[in-house]
């Protein structure tokens, strides 16, 4: 990866810590306990994830630095087919049980400056080496674009919280793009007595134009561009609510009603669409 690049990525990170930091220490007590988009977690429990990647990713990256890709103390990778949002969210619970929020706030502030840190001091050669994540190794420039998308994602969570017509932040969007057929991948669950193709196209405008298909078999699926074959459904949206979409967070018939989304095809199909990759 490019100097230049390794650097955007770091500011992305760095800028995206601040404008959530800053957020969250505007929230009265009362708030933390709110619901957020993250379904089943409170505000204080997103923040509680958020703060414990922060260790997680800086342990891991400067073991990957020193050169072990193997799981830090603690941690394992998943099983095949094993699915960790139940754990992970058990793992917040814990995490944040005996904190008030101002003592959270702090981890999480804590948390992210030693991150930073961490990264200021990683050579160009450090972002090939192979990190430890629980569903396998991978460079650490990837593993680092993944904070990335947990930032942003879960940072919209917490403000819709608050405003229903939060949008998810432009400049993360490219590579928040780019990590979609792995989030895909990972999320696709196998329905039952489902046989029968069918083809979800994404019509996305901009500001990182998208075009293409999800072609979902029973058991299995595949990403093809735009093809010249009609589509059981079209989604029709900017990037961000394509994200939003993509990950699950949008109520599609809101999402119509108030103009984050167009839908071509049939609803009940479209619904399916967040049953079939329903989180990781």
Request: proline share 6%.
């Amino acid at each position: 990866m490019a100097a230049r690049e390794m650097t955007g990525v770091i500011h992305l990170v760095n800028f995206e810590v601040s404008h959530l930091g800053d957020f969250l220490a505007g929230l009265g007590q009362e708030e933390w306990p709110r619901p957020s988009a993250c379904a089943g977690w409170t505000v204080a429990d997103v923040v509680a994830h958020l703060t414990q990647g922060a260790r997680t990713w800086s342990e891991c990256i400067t073991r990957a630095v020193e050169g072990s890709a193997n799981p830090p103390p603690g941690q394992r990778a998943l099983l095949p087919g094993e699915r960790g949002s139940e754990v992970t969210a058990q793992s917040a619970i814990t995490f944040r049980q005996g904190m008030d929020e101002g003592k959270l706030l702090q981890a999480f502030v804590d948390g992210y400056h030693r991150l930073h840190q961490v990264l200021l001091a990683l050579e160009p050669e450090d972002w090939e080496k192979p990190c430890f994540h629980r569903r396998g190794a991978m460079p650490t420039h990837e593993y680092l674009a993944i904070r990335l998308q947990e930032l942003t994602i879960h940072g919209w969570d917490i403000r819709s919280a608050f405003d229903e017509f939060a949008e998810v932040p432009v400049d993360p969007l490219p590579v928040l793009v780019s990590l979609v057929p792995r989030w895909l991948s990972n999320s696709f669950s196998v329905e039952p007595g489902s046989s029968t193709p069918i083809r979800y196209r994404f019509d996305v405008s901009g500001p990182v134009p998208v075009q293409q298909d999800v072609l979902v078999h029973g058991d299995s699926f595949q990403l093809e561009p735009k093809a010249h074959v009609g589509a059981e459904v079209t989604f029709r949206c900017n990037t961000a609510n394509y994200l939003l979409l993509v990950y699950g967070r949008l109520d599609l018939d809101k999402a119509v009603d108030t103009g984050r989304l167009e839908i071509d095809g049939n609803r009940k199909q479209a619904a399916g669409f967040n049953t079939r990759f329903h989180g990781v």
